[in-house]
């Protein structure tokens, strides 16, 4: 399995744009989180979906933020208008079944730079 | 919100030593489990320990799980130039969730 895909890989944009993250999670995961990571605030779980439907967004950190899953295969993190606050690294995971047993397969992330 | 909180910070040692790092966490949970992170990449699973287990061992890392005080340890043994990288703990919810602690920044000298 090629594992869990993220891109772009890295992604630099001026203030108000829009930007849009792309992830393709394990096949036959139910499971997939979107996180974001700052030296300042850590690993951070803005959103996670089982089965395509979100379960819990309270992370969003704001309506600029939204994420759907429209099929299994494929998650997208929008960020609309971007500001600079917003540069990050996000990553997206994914996991087959509950918590109770099974471990996130994280991608290798991407870096946002808001200028 | 993070759930957990990893001390220490950041963790300098040479290569043959052990190191150890601490977690708690707040709510209750499903299993705690310890992922690596190297520079520039990904989180990679080390290993998980369910609410009902005390201690785990896998090859060269071993977990401890305190339910009552709400903490957890991971010790590396004889650790090598190559274990640099941050660590992890993170908490497996009720609700399904995973949060992450800040991490420990560990650095083994050759």
């Known amino acids: 399995d090629a594992g869990v895909i993220q891109s772009p890989r890295h992604e630099v944009t001026e203030m108000g744009q829009e930007v849009t993250l792309r992830c393709k999670p394990i096949s036959g995961h139910d499971y997939l989180f979107w996180y974001r990571q700052t030296m300042m605030r850590g690993l951070e779980l803005l959103i996670y979906f089982n089965n395509n439907v979100p379960i819990d967004d309270s992370g969003m950190p704001e309506d600029r933020f939204s994420a759907k899953m429209p099929n299994a295969s494929f998650s997208t993190l929008k960020i609309q208008p971007s500001e600079p606050r917003d540069s990050a690294v996000y990553f997206c995971?994914?996991?087959?079944?509950?918590?109770?047993?099974?471990?996130?397969?994280f991608g290798n992330g991407t870096r946002l730079t808001v200028t | 919100s993070q759930q957990g909180e990893e001390d220490p910070q950041a963790l300098s040692i040479q290569e043959g030593e052990n190191a150890t790092m601490n977690c708690s966490y707040k709510?209750?949970?499903?299993?705690l489990q310890w992922y690596r992170q190297n520079s520039g990449r990904g989180l990679v699973h080390l290993i998980l320990?369910?609410?009902?287990?005390r201690e785990k061992h896998s090859g060269r890392l071993r977990v401890t799980l305190d339910t009552s005080k709400k903490s957890s340890s991971l010790l590396i043994t004889a650790s090598r130039a190559a274990d640099t990288a941050s660590y992890f703990c993170?908490?497996?919810?009720?609700?399904?969730?995973?949060?992450f602690g800040a991490g420990t920044r560990l650095t083994v000298k050759p």
């Open positions: 709510t209750s949970i499903n299993n």
């Open positions: 993170a908490t497996a919810n009720l609700n399904n969730d995973m949060r």
């Open positions: 320990i369910r609410s009902n287990e």
């Open positions: 995971a994914s996991r087959a079944g509950g918590a109770y047993n099974s471990p996130l397969h």
